[in-house]
């Protein structure tokens, strides 16, 4: 099946820093990708959907401004958790479509731990 | 708008039994795709099984299988000979397969499954 990477696998920063998560399709072109987040024992919880070229598109209730979504190619999109406190600490899991809308399946990322201090 | 719900927190198997993990749906879409993923305590998301909703036959894979039953919007999934590495959190999701759709997986609140020895 298709591989998706993520980078870091796990990252500990001090509150008021930013930092980036990078999710990388490894052997296929994803045109859309998709950010979740994931607190313990809980469900995924979609953030946004990036487009490759176009801004992402955020679900109801996620600060754009906060979480900065950039879908530079087919094959990498970072998340930026901008100023980030303890309560963003989580676990980020990203997953892309192999090929069009049309695609039916998504591949899963192996996920990014963030514990902000 | 589309709802999974997974009305079981937590189950218990003894090894080499079989167990069902029951999720119902609601969409008002007639053409829509159903899957369940395994999470393991290490975070990755790992995808097990697919029903299309037209598919006039239940799914399929190795050990798993879906019992879709169409009427009354519930596919549960159903694993085989449970095995110690079966135990994982289980997450049921749908998403609504018209080309205009972004292709986004809506998840249930998931199942804790504990194989016991």
Redesign the interface.
């Known amino acids: 099946?298709a591989v998706v990477s993520q980078h870091p696998s796990w990252v500990i920063c001090k509150s008021g820093t930013s930092v980036k998560i990078e999710c990388r399709s490894l052997d296929f072109q994803a045109t859309?990708m998709?950010w979740y987040r994931?607190f313990p024992?809980?469900?995924?919880m979609?953030m946004a959907?990036s487009n490759e070229g176009s801004k992402a598109?955020y679900e109801q209730g996620v600060e754009k401004d906060k979480f900065l979504i950039n879908h530079a190619s087919l094959t990498l999109s970072t998340l930026t958790v901008t100023s980030a406190h303890p309560e963003d600490s989580s676990?980020y899991?990203c997953?892309a479509?192999d090929g069009g809308?049309?695609?039916?399946?998504?591949?899963?990322g192996?996920?990014t731990?963030l514990t902000v201090l | 708008a589309q709802k999974i719900t997974q009305t079981q927190p937590g189950m218990f198997v003894q090894e080499k039994e079989a167990v069902t993990l029951d999720c119902t749906y609601d969409t008002s879409d007639q053409s829509y795709g159903l899957f369940w993923y395994k999470q393991p305590s290490s975070g990755e998301m790992i995808f097990l099984i697919y029903q299309g909703s037209y598919d006039e036959q239940n799914a399929t894979e190795g050990r798993y299988s879906l019992n879709f039953q169409k009427a009354r919007k519930s596919a549960n999934l159903v694993i085989s000979a449970s095995q110690l590495g079966d135990s994982a959190m289980y997450f049921c999701a749908m998403r609504e397969l018209p080309s205009s759709n972004t292709g986004k997986l809506i998840f249930g609140q998931g199942t804790t499954l504990q194989v016991k020895p």
Request: charged content about 10%.
């Open positions: 099946g859309t998709f994931q024992k809980q469900s995924l979609l959907t598109t676990f899991i997953s479509r809308q049309g695609a039916l399946y998504q591949f899963f192996p996920g731990r």
